[in-house]
T-cell receptor, first 110, second 113 residues
Framework: QKEVEQDPGPLSVPEGAIVSLNCTYS??????FMWYRQYSRKGPELLMY????GNKEDGRFTAQVDKSSKYISLFIRDSQPSDSATYLC??????????FGKGTTLSVSS | NAGVTQTPKFQVLKTGQSMTLQCAQD?????MYWYRQDPGMGLRLIYY???????DKGEVPNGYNVSRLNKREFSLRLESAAPSQTSVYFC????????????FGAGTRLSVL
C-alpha cells in the first residue's frame, strides 16, 4: 500500500459547483497536511496547510483532516474556471520529507 | 523576492549528451530538493540536500548527480542523458522544520531524443 493515495481524476465540474478532493494515507504518525495547486506548465504552489486534525478555511477553500480515518479533503466552494489545475496533497511527520499524492486534475467549465 | 529560480526553462538533448540544471533560492532555506514529474507518476524525489554540505538519494537517483554549491544553489547533472529522462524537473527548497513546507520553482522541461 502506498503511503498516500489520491484519485488522479480527471474531475470535471460546471462553474459554481462544490468540489471535493481527497487523499487517504497509511502512516498514522503524519501530523502536517498540505494542499498544493499546480497550474499547467507551472510549479506547485502551497494552497492550504493544516496541523493535526480539524478544519481550516481560507476564502472559498476548506481543508479538512480526519486522522481517525486517515483521510484528508479539500473543498472548493463556488468553483471558478480559474480553479482548473492539478491539486496535490502532501503530508509528513515533524521535520521529515514531504510525501506527495500523485495529484487530481480538476477542470471547471464556464 | 524571486523565491526558487530554475534555469533553463526548456532543453532538448540528444541521447548521451550531458547537461546541468541550475537551481537557486533566495529564502535562506537550509534544505533543497530535485524532483521529476511524469504523467501518472506524480512528483518523484531524485536527490535532496538537508543542509549545505550534505546530499542524499531520493526515490529515483539513478542517472543523476547533484552538487550543493552553497546554501543558495543546488544543481542537478545528467552525465549521459537517456530518453527515459525526458521529464519536467522541479527544484524546491524548505526550512526543515515541523511542517517542512516546500516552495517550488517553475520547472525545466527536458526532452531527450
Amino acid at each position: 500500500q502506498k503511503e498516500v493515495e489520491q484519485d488522479p481524476g480527471p474531475l470535471s465540474v460546471p462553474e459554481g459547483a462544490i468540489v471535493s478532493l481527497n487523499c487517504t494515507y497509511s502512516n498514522s504518525a503524519f501530523q502536517y497536511f498540505m494542499w498544493y495547486r499546480q497550474y499547467s506548465r507551472k510549479g506547485p504552489e502551497l494552497l492550504m496547510y493544516t496541523y493535526s486534525s480539524g478544519n481550516k478555511e481560507d476564502g472559498r477553500f476548506t481543508a479538512q483532516v480526519d486522522k481517525s480515518s486517515k483521510y484528508i479533503s479539500l473543498f472548493i466552494r463556488d468553483s471558478q474556471p480559474s480553479d482548473s489545475a492539478t491539486y496535490l496533497c502532501a503530508m509528513n511527520q515533524a521535520g521529515t520529507a514531504l510525501i506527495f499524492g500523485k495529484g487530481t486534475t480538476l477542470s471547471v467549465s464556464s | 523576492n524571486a523565491g526558487v529560480t530554475q534555469t533553463p526553462k526548456f532543453q532538448v538533448l540528444k541521447t548521451g549528451q550531458s547537461m546541468t540544471l541550475q537551481c537557486a533560492q533566495d529564502m535562506n532555506h537550509n534544505s533543497m530538493y530535485w524532483y521529476r514529474q511524469d504523467p501518472g507518476m506524480g512528483l518523484r524525489l531524485i536527490y535532496y540536500s538537508a543542509s549545505e554540505g550534505t546530499t542524499d538519494k531520493g526515490e529515483v537517483p539513478n542517472g543523476y548527480n547533484v552538487s550543493r554549491l552553497n546554501k543558495r544553489e543546488f544543481s542537478l547533472r545528467l552525465e549521459s542523458a537517456a530518453p527515459s529522462q525526458t521529464s519536467v524537473y522541479f527544484c524546491a527548497s524548505s526550512e526543515l522544520d515541523r511542517g517542512n513546507i516546500q516552495y517550488f520553482g517553475a520547472g525545466t522541461r527536458l526532452s531527450v531524443l
